[in-house]
């Protein structure tokens, strides 16, 4: 029986490991670059930290940790002492959990602030790489372990920091060389539209049915508008909104006069104009990163009450149309903890998706070398003692070395170097050892050359 | 209600990421500067992966995944309908699940090499950081969720890979800055000494008992050899072992004398002679690491077969006694899942307790500016728009780099400073504007100076 891991996850293997820690480290250090800090949380919180904030659905997705010991006796004996329990049993033993795998690093995030409050200097720039775990289906690229990558600025309402996430993102793509639009709304205008067009209660209705737009067409969106009782007019009223067109500049300009009547829908449009403004002001990072005004854009509405941000591929290598990163703002994060009205700001990297379309468009930089630099071919005892000793000056300085453990023949030294793409291979012999001079094979064109210690070392970095 | 987390759990802010991840980066930074590779597995393994290969101890310890959905409902009536089944519920559920947390590294390790032996180039080197879980009685020092920091060869029978591992250790508390005496002993020399007093069959008992040494004393040690069926001769001939003193070499020819009628007790000795030799030949790292021939050391002797190596602290500055490093061989570690006689050899570090040893001693390096090197102080909305021009060079530089997101009291601004331990704060006024200067605070002595953007950069890099 061949072994075998659980539905949904993912063994690394090296090669993949060398692309993957490419990307967490691109955005890793980008965040470093801004000013945000890095901390880490338990990969188990309690059970009671994580239901009920994820809806019904995300309640049945968490991991929940079986009880162990006494515990798990206890729940025994109170199902065979209550009857009626066995049939409640599912709901009656999930309940029972004290530990569950973190589902997202969002609540935990607000957990630690409230649990390190008097800790923490705010504004509080934190970011946070963890996996994270859910119970979905598994399906093409959707796991039930994977990475999230968050950073989020807790207690400052200054949109310099909507500006900033929206620089990072723009980084990290131009790094990455993946041309991207940066999509971007406002919480506050989807109220002034739903105000405006006198459905202010729908508004609900009103984003998700707009924020599908893409996917099912306005002839449906409407018809879902419509079933969810708005009146003729207001769908009237809201088309041409759903169909403004144009530059940022223009967009705005038409939804200035639109939303003229409600207060909350220019008070949006003045930071979208703000934000937009100030980035154009200090540059993005490049051409190929555009930065553009989506009124149909909503995401977890409930969550978010300013900016709303998504980031799609917009590279015409990559045929990927799902988000890559998305974030926005928050005006009580930490309420559900006891601690309310704590403003903050974040945004997210799906930085599996990032992997795939990175493969896709074969666009990682040659990452061979990243591991070991060269090898040293082991033609025995006296020769392997030799080589040790230039492998300590190269590893002293910095350089990835290795020496094949085994004496094993030529063939199978070379193949090692090979498989494992290592740039050079050093090649010692009696010769050699008597002259000092090192046989060096360039794995890449197979070219062969004698060099000095120093020369080796200059060759190498 | 105050949010907490888990018992023997930890969340870690930004001033001890900073110190875990110089820990991290140390150790993976040598692994792969000896050519080893990364990889990670899930953090779940499948329950039967695990179970088992721990001892009944470890299978308690061992947190299980709850069983979700239409699996559980079936536990549920199962256990109607079987009332017998209740009794024996706590078994009975465990073994119903499908997932489990990892307990360690290596035997996922094995799992993997198992389940992908046609895609690996042997010998494999490869090296792993990841938490493992253990539902452990929390204590100072013992936590549930840990990280491991595993390095192994695969594959290869050649001391010289132990010689390497041990190089690698030498490196890593060489570049920490802590004194460590590495032990080194033999299986195959612990059965020679079983073979020679002619208790072959006891050999678990005696290295069980003498590994006790350094806690219980000898005399405690004998009493359990008695105990465990040891003759008064046996136990006479082992006094002389344990008590071998002297250097290396007089250890090892005292042991040759001792071991001359047992071929599997020399072969242990050429062995160590061999690693000590090569060793002492290409020169460990500094002189503040000993190598020190140690007979009392077995560590879960049923697992090694060769060398066996533990690491433990010598420091004057620090009073810990526990191990923080341990390794060996092992001639069959994926027998168990179907591929027998594949020879491996690894080490593994605590960074727990390598981050509380540095702690004890205070000998983290300064860390500072290890996130943000300067802050720029905002004074309103023109100055922040001047500064982030300024920001975008010096982040394109690589420089770490924020602007204070409000345009706060000054108090408030140079405290987030102070508490972020920022080295250097830029205070860019209406003056500063007009003459492109930049005044420049030094954090720590408190200097004021007014430098160009390209004097700036030098100070900064």
Redesign the interface.
């Known amino acids: 029986?061949?072994?075998?891991?659980?539905k949904g996850?993912?063994?690394?293997?090296?090669s993949e490991?060398?692309k993957r820690?490419y990307i967490f480290d691109t955005i890793r250090n980008l965040y470093?670059?801004?000013?945000y800090?890095?901390?880490?949380?338990?990969?188990?919180?309690?059970t009671e930290?994580l239901l009920g904030k994820y809806g019904e659905e995300g309640d049945?997705l968490i991991?929940?940790?079986?009880p162990?010991?006494e515990k798990?006796?206890k729940?025994?004996?109170e199902?065979?002492s209550n009857k009626d329990l066995?049939?409640e049993?599912?709901n009656f033993?999930?309940g029972k959990?004290?530990?569950a795998?973190r589902y997202d690093l969002t609540v935990p995030f607000a957990?630690?602030i409230?649990?390190?409050q008097n800790?923490i200097?705010f504004?509080f720039?934190?970011f946070q790489v963890q996996?994270v775990?859910r119970?979905d289906r598994p399906q093409k690229g959707r796991y039930?372990?994977f990475y999230q990558c968050d950073a989020d600025?807790i207690g400052?309402?200054?949109l310099?920091?909507e500006?900033?996430l929206i620089?990072i993102i723009g980084?990290v793509f131009s790094q990455l060389n993946v041309k991207v639009s940066i999509k971007l709304n406002n919480r506050k205008i989807l109220s002034g539209i739903a105000e405006v067009i006198g459905e202010k209660d729908k508004i609900i209705d009103i984003t998700v049915a707009i924020d599908k737009l893409d996917k099912i067409g306005l002839e449906k969106v409407n018809e879902e508008l419509k079933s969810k009782g708005l009146t003729d007019k207001a769908i009237a009223q809201l088309q041409p909104i759903i169909n403004l067109s144009g530059t940022n500049s223009e967009k705005l300009a038409d939804l200035k006069v639109i939303l003229s009547d409600s207060e909350v829908g220019l008070k949006g449009i003045i930071e979208i104009e703000e934000i937009i403004s100030?980035i154009t002001?200090?540059?993005l990072s490049t051409a190929d990163c555009r930065l553009e005004l989506d009124l149909t854009l909503a995401r977890g509405l409930n969550y978010y009450t300013g900016a709303i941000i998504e980031v799609k591929v917009s590279d015409p290598r990559s045929s990927f149309t799902s988000s890559i990163c998305g974030g926005g703002r928050y005006d009580d994060l930490t309420g559900i903890?006891?601690l309310p009205g704590v403003s903050g700001v974040g945004i997210s990297f799906g930085a599996d998706r990032i992997y795939d379309v990175l493969e896709e468009m074969n666009s990682f930089p040659d990452l061979s070398g990243a591991?070991?630099k060269i090898?040293f071919v082991?033609f025995g005892k006296d020769e392997?003692?030799f080589c040790?000793?230039l492998?300590?000056r190269l590893?002293d300085d910095?350089?990835?070395?290795?020496?094949f453990?085994?004496a094993a023949k030529m063939k199978k030294q070379m193949?090692?170097a090979d498989?494992?793409k290592i740039p050079f291979v050093a090649l010692i012999g009696s010769e050699e050892m008597k002259t000092g001079d090192i046989t060096v094979k360039n794995m890449q064109n197979g070219e062969q050359s004698k060099v000095t210690m120093d020369e080796l070392l200059h060759m190498l970095k």
């Open positions: 029986m061949k072994p075998s891991i659980p996850t993912r063994d690394f293997s090296p490991m060398v820690n470093q670059r801004y000013g800090q890095q901390i880490e949380t338990p990969s188990m919180e309690l930290t049945r991991f929940k940790i079986l162990r010991g798990l006796i729940i025994g004996s199902l065979i066995t049939r049993f599912s033993v999930s959990t004290d530990e795998l957990r630690y409230v649990q390190h800790e200097t504004p720039k934190r996996p775990w119970a039930r372990e600025v400052s309402d200054s310099l920091n500006v900033e620089q980084d100030v002001d200090c540059g903890f006891g591991t070991t090898m082991n392997a003692a040790l000793k492998l300590k590893r910095g350089i990835n070395a290795e020496l453990p085994d193949g090692y498989d494992k």
